[in-house]
């Protein structure tokens, strides 16, 4: 059973940027789904970026386009967000998820997801 463990949150200015990590337990291969969730006080879980299967194509909200980058260091078993040009409304608990069955329509939707990290608190604050 895979394990994730989160890290690198904390509290920035608006415009600043953070770079999250999150650790897995066993290699990030093929069919694994990677993926960054975030949830903000009193709201839903909302899909921030994936990575379908190992494949070549990051999948990205548009809130966070062009702003935040999912990418993986193999050797490592780790992947990352950066995160740049933050606003107070990406202010949440960022959570990492994996699963090894998950269709691509299914790629936004958090209930789908077998493994999650207990995740890392990211604050933009002036």
């Known amino acids: 059973q895979m394990q994730l463990v989160e890290s690198g949150g904390g509290s920035v200015p608006p415009g600043g940027s953070l770079r999250l990590s999150c650790e897995a337990s066993?290699?990030?291969?093929?069919?694994?789904?990677t993926a960054w969730f975030r949830q903000a006080p009193g709201k839903e879980r909302e899909f921030v970026a994936a990575?379908?299967?190992?494949?070549?194509?990051?999948y990205y909200a548009d809130s966070v386009k062009g702003r935040f980058t999912m990418s993986k260091d193999s050797a490592k078993n780790t992947l990352y967000l950066q995160m740049n040009d933050l606003k107070p409304e990406d202010t949440a608990v960022y959570y990492c998820?994996?699963?090894?069955?998950?269709?691509?329509?299914?790629?936004?939707?958090?209930?789908?997801?077998?493994?999650w990290g207990r995740g890392t608190q990211v604050t933009v604050s002036s």
């Open positions: 990575n379908w299967r190992n494949g070549g194509n990051i």
């Open positions: 066993e290699r990030i291969v093929y069919p694994y789904t």
């Open positions: 998820a994996a699963d090894r069955r998950l269709i691509l329509s299914s790629l936004r939707v958090s209930a789908q997801y077998d493994y």
